[in-house]
């Protein structure tokens, strides 16, 4: 009878196990795209001219980000269900 248990038990362990897992691997996953997202437009806004901590450099990285989301809304909206 307790192996029926265990043989029940076990795969739903697992899977409570491995979609823990895959979700902290997606937050990684998101977090160190934004760095690296952070990142470019960093050196993007100093190769423009604009160094790091003025108000110029700030607005240049909001004006990235500004662009990005634009992007992202319009790729949103014109692609296929």
């Not at 029926?4 to 979700?23: D, G, H, M, Y």
């Amino acid at each position: 009878m307790w192996h029926n248990v265990f043989i029940i038990l076990l795969p739903v362990l697992l899977c409570v196990v491995s979609i823990a897992f895959w979700r902290a691997l997606i937050i990684q996953t998101e977090r160190s795209a934004a760095s690296q997202v952070d990142y470019e437009d960093e050196q993007l806004c100093m190769k423009f001219g604009f160094p790091r901590g003025t108000d110029r450099h700030n607005a240049c990285k909001l004006d990235l980000l500004d662009l990005r989301r634009s992007d992202e809304d319009l790729i949103a909206r014109t692609s296929l269900p």
